[in-house]
Each structure stands twice: as C-alpha cells, then as structure tokens.
C-alpha cells in the first residue's frame, strides 16, 4: 500500500515565525504536489516538483523534492495569518495515474 | 475561465437513499477525477474518467459509481447510502490522464442522517 505521511498533523505559531512540513512514503513519486485547502472549499494546488532535489521557492513559501524523491518539504518563512489552513502533500507513483493524498497538515497562524 | 464547478455545493440524505454528484472540467480538460475527503482526512481517490470511461478506480466499492458526458462533464453517484459516506465529494480535472497537474472543484458537502 503506498502511504503518505505528513508531519507534524497540527502546528499552531505566532506571527512571524517559521515553519516545516514534512511529507514522506516509503515509495518513489514521479511527482509530487502541495495544495492548501481552507475549510469548505476544495484543495488549491500550490506547486508540482517533478525532479529529485528540486527546490522551487513561492513567495514565503519554499518547496524541496528529496534526491530520491520519496520526500518533500514546505518552508513557510515569517508566516502571516492568511497562510491558515490545511496543508495537503499529494503523490503520484510510478506506473499509476491516480494521486495519493497525504493526511494533511492544519496549520493557524495567530496574529 | 470557470475553472472547475461542482454542484450541488450541499446536499442530505437519508441513509439507503442515493445521490447523484456532478462536475463540470476547467476549460480545455477532458479529464475528471473524484475523490471523498473525511472531516480531518487528506482526500481519498475514488476513481478518474477519460474519454468517457473509468480508467482507474481505487478501494471504494460498487455502490459509488460515476459517468462521463461527451462534453468531459461527469457524474458521481453513490447508492444505498451509509452513515459513512458523509464527506466532502471532490472533483479534480486535468487535460488529460498523464497530466500532473490537477484542479479541484470547491466540492459537495454530503451529509447522511
């Protein structure tokens, strides 16, 4: 069974302070997304790496790829309470056409 | 751009009934994918169309079924509804199966009593 997990499940920081979210599997993406998703709405897709070791920057966001591409980070830097919501890693494996979404990672930033 | 639409955006049900979902692609798109998303849950892969046919399915049974329209627009329906099938039901299109980059729809909120 391909798994995806993301860690930390909750984070809970004030304004201005840093952050890492993690998304890890046991198995090897041909690509990976990051989406946020805001309560009632559908995921919003943020970035697509595609390469081992990529790294591709958003703003205050900033996204890598593991060189082996079983792994993915998002960094948010000097985080602002309009980056709230749910944070959703999504696989997509070798030989399939069909995503895997990881359980998600809910992140508030407090004024 | 419309982007991708989904309606209804709420519905109930009554447990044993069933519901019929549906979703219009982004422009240019001509596939759908539809995923059930729990309250706390990342989304869940129920099956993708193209060209009219399901082309892949994951680990939902048969009750949840699905069509696609000529016009790449597609329908999820959902028979002998369970307590457990309440959700968020997404749909997500792509300009074609091997594309990586998928859209979502703002869902439908399916609550079962």
């Known amino acids: 069974t391909q798994l995806l997990e993301q860690s930390p499940q909750f984070l809970s920081i004030q304004e201005g302070e840093n952050l890492t979210v993690y998304c890890n599997s046991s198995s090897v993406f041909s690509s990976l997304q990051w989406y946020r998703q805001e309560p009632g709405e559908g995921p919003v897709l943020l970035v697509t790496?595609?390469?081992?070791?990529e790294v591709k920057k958003l703003k205050r966001l900033t996204f890598q790829f593991g060189d082996a591409r079983k792994d993915s980070s998002l960094h948010i830097t000097a985080a602002q309470p309009g980056d709230t919501g749910l944070y959703l890693c999504a696989g997509l494996f070798s030989g399939t056409y069909k995503y895997i979404f990881g359980t998600g990672t809910r992140l508030k930033v407090l004024a | 751009d419309a982007g991708v639409t989904q309606s209804p955006t709420h519905l109930i049900k009554t447990r044993g009934q069933q519901v019929t979902l549906r979703c219009s692609p982004k422009s240019g798109h001509d596939t759908v994918s539809w995923y059930q998303q729990a309250l706390g849950q990342g989304p869940q892969f129920i099956f993708q169309?193209?060209?009219?046919?399901?082309?892949q399915r994951g680990n939902f049974p048969d009750r949840f079924s699905g069509h696609q329209f000529p016009n790449y627009s597609s329908e999820l329906n959902v028979n002998a509804l369970l307590l457990g099938d309440s959700a968020l039901y997404l749909c997500?299109?792509?300009?074609?199966?091997?594309?990586?980059?998928?859209?979502f729809g703002q869902g439908t909120r399916l609550t079962v009593v």
């Open positions: 997500a299109s792509s300009y074609s199966p091997r594309d990586t980059e998928a859209f």
């Open positions: 790496v595609v390469t081992g070791g």
């Open positions: 169309y193209y060209e009219e046919e399901e082309r």
